[in-house]
């Protein structure tokens, strides 16, 4: 795509449509301060002019208080521009939601850089088995990390997320409704959100974007470029997990939450499944299939709504259980619906059942004190202790080659110390 036909296609999708849009802004109540919309551009004006003629911030914004407002009182003043602050914010947001919606329309989803054309290039050099070789080993860990400065809390996102629908369909009517509501929706906390607030806040990108966008990608590769016929077991792209694991750059992570946070993950991603059967409830409604795929609709809503009464479900028996429909649709109902079942049998192999894995982050120092305490317990009770005798004393290479040797007594004592 030309760089002159991409700024025509963002000016007609985003910029207009910014500009019609943000006006819905200037019917914003904000707490009885009026015309912040009106006044942004004046400000912003003079925030050039007063930079340009030497004039210090201080200067600047005394000069168009006292021109543009009745405000005396520092108070006053300081309420305006935070107005002004919540005014932007909610522009800002606005603005994403048209990009977001708009971004098909924008680039070239077949252009390069994509799988498509990924695809059409191997095919052209005559390298599409080569192509394949590299994707059943290729692949990527994308690691997700959180700060409390750095998103939107559950609620907004759910706005936006809705709001990118409602443009996407061009209902001005829920638009306007959405943009009331941010309105009125707080965008910071009142209290510091603690290390198990901010992986579910993070949680919400897992669900409502990554699960099916990687999800997709999976389903092209599979179906496009191996022709159904991907036997593999490699998922291509593998999710990490920061909030919740990262002990040593955050003193609020404990044991606890890092336990929690592995449990919501494990919930998050069965809801998902559990959303995606009963659409498949829906279609799957031939004899036999039927049966199977309610009893896995049962299963599911048992690990989602009784968690701790019911047996939970693991990423084999689940895999299992849909192989089995899918054997039976292929074998008596002429395939019928197979790309719907085959697309939720991918995501189970990428997700699993724990959705991200948690990267435990920690200070060596402290898994030292953690291997020595273990390895002193084992040889009071005249057991073989982990390490051999100068463990503290060896060098580098040659405690990594001991760890090596000694992995897995490792793993499984401290399997026993904490079942």
């Not at 795509?1 to 910014?18: A, E, G, P, Q």
């Not at 939601?97 to 054309?117: H, P, Q, R, W, Y």
């Amino acid at each position: 795509m030309s760089s002159s036909l991409y700024i025509s296609n963002f000016k007609r999708n985003v910029t207009d449509k910014y500009v019609i849009y943000n006006s819905l802004f200037a019917a914003l109540p904000f707490s009885g301060i009026a015309n912040v919309g009106a006044l942004l551009p004046i400000l912003l004006q003079a925030c050039i002019d007063g930079y340009a003629a030497g004039k210090s911030p201080m200067e600047i914004i005394d000069r168009f208080f006292a021109q543009h407002t009745n405000a005396t009182t520092e108070k006053d003043k300081v309420d305006r521009l935070f107005k002004a602050v919540q005014y932007i914010e909610r522009q800002v947001v606005l603005f994403d939601s048209i990009e977001d919606a708009a971004f098909t329309s924008v680039n070239d989803m077949e252009g390069a850089g994509s799988l498509k054309s990924l695809q059409s290039e191997a095919a052209f050099a005559g390298k599409t088995a080569l192509l394949k070789s590299k994707l059943r080993k290729f692949k990527v860990r994308v690691v997700l990390t959180a700060h409390p400065t750095q998103f939107y809390p559950g609620s907004v996102l759910g706005i936006i997320h809705d709001m990118n629908e409602a443009i996407s369909r061009n209902d001005f009517h829920t638009i306007n409704l959405y943009i009331q509501q941010l309105g009125i929706t707080p965008f910071f906390n009142k209290k510091q959100p603690t290390p198990y607030d901010e992986a579910v806040n993070l949680m919400w990108y897992l669900e409502n974007v990554l699960y099916q966008s990687i999800g997709n990608i999976y389903n092209y590769i599979a179906r496009e470029i191996f022709d159904n016929k991907f036997d593999g077991d490699n998922p291509f792209i593998e999710l990490g997990f920061w909030p919740g694991g990262d002990r040593d750059g955050n003193p609020f992570v404990t044991a606890d939450i890092t336990l929690r946070v592995a449990e919501a993950l494990r919930s998050a991603i069965i809801v998902c499944y559990y959303r995606d059967v009963r659409k498949l409830v829906r279609r799957l409604t031939f004899t036999g299939v039927d049966t199977m795929i309610h009893q896995l609709e049962s299963q599911l809503y048992e690990n989602v709504f009784k968690p701790k009464e019911s047996k939970k479900i693991s990423a084999d028996e689940l895999l299992q259980q849909l192989q089995a429909i899918r054997e039976l649709i292929v074998s008596q109902h002429h395939s019928l619906f197979l790309q719907r079942l085959d697309s939720l049998i991918h995501k189970v192999k990428i997700f699993g059942t724990h959705f991200a894995a948690l990267d435990i982050r920690q200070d060596s120092r402290i898994h030292t004190k953690v291997l020595a305490q273990i390895d002193t317990g084992l040889k009071a009770k005249n057991q073989k202790g982990i390490f051999p005798e100068g463990y503290d004393g060896f060098s580098p290479a040659k405690k990594w080659k001991c760890y090596q040797i000694s992995a897995p007594r490792l793993i499984s004592t401290v399997l026993k110390i904490h079942l």
